[in-house]
């Protein structure tokens, strides 16, 4: 079946450093991409979304990237804090995206990204 | 604005008993969700209700797992009887519209641990 998974389970950066966690689908059908942050102990957290028609979204400190050529698409943090050690998922929705159901998401199995002092 | 709350955060029960789970979801919120997520991966969606109607049951195991939310506001999870391969974190979320696109909002989970 379909699934949604990550490159990497782990990913270890420098305080300051920039991150790039990647995803990599398989259904080709799906046009609505949400990254997730899951804190230890928490329930995961909207970071920011991406829809098909675009290849690039940014937010504050964090870009999302789409490649639908090769079903990739990539969450990027700027200067990385300690505050952003988590588990960070992304999920994908299938179409039509501007129907509400991003509760339906088929999410991935997570990176854990760990920040070094 | 309060988050979407879940009791307990904790249970550990045997093999073959029963457990419930609560949630009260963000005020107004019509929808809301219940994931298992095992340790390593991501929410599997069980079950999802808008308003107290059920909406998708097709991934909850209804041989042992049952929900309801009776008056449209907070929900609650059973599990009769536990089976070890039950052992998750169990979440709830509640989501509302932004415009058209909808977002969740999760409550911190109740971890079943089946012995």
């Known amino acids: 079946g379909e699934s949604v998974g990550l490159h990497l389970p782990t990913l270890s950066v420098q305080e300051g450093d920039n991150s790039i966690i990647n995803c990599a689908y398989s259904?080709?059908?799906?046009?609505?991409f949400i990254w997730y942050k899951q804190e230890s102990g928490k329930g995961p957290q909207f970071i920011i979304d991406?829809?098909?028609?675009?290849d690039k979204r940014q937010g504050q400190r964090v870009t999302v990237l789409l490649n639908k050529t090769v079903k990739h698409l990539s969450l990027q943090i700027a200067a990385t804090q300690p505050g952003d050690s988590a588990v960070y998922f992304c999920a994908e929705n299938p179409p039509p995206y501007w129907m509400a159901n991003a509760g339906k998401s088929t999410f991935g199995d997570g990176t854990t990204l760990t920040v070094k002092p | 604005e309060a988050g979407v709350a879940q009791s307990p955060r904790y249970k550990i029960i045997e093999k073959r008993q029963s457990v419930a789970f609560w949630c009260n979801p963000i005020s107004g919120h019509a929808t809301l969700y219940w994931y298992q997520q095992i340790l390593g991966q991501g929410p599997k969606l069980l079950i999802q209700?808008?308003?107290?109607?059920?909406?998708?049951d097709s991934q909850l195991p209804k041989d042992r797992f049952s929900a309801e939310r009776l008056k449209g506001v907070d929900s609650t999870l059973k599990i009769q009887p536990a089976k070890l391969e039950d052992s998750a974190v169990y979440l709830c979320?509640?989501?509302?519209?932004?415009?058209?696109?909808?977002?969740?909002?999760f409550g911190s989970g109740t971890q079943l641990s089946v012995l």
């Open positions: 259904n080709s059908a799906s046009d609505y």
């Open positions: 979320a509640s989501s509302t519209l932004d415009g058209l696109w909808e977002k969740l909002f």
């Open positions: 209700f808008q308003n107290n109607g059920v909406v998708d």
């Open positions: 991406i829809r098909s028609n675009m």
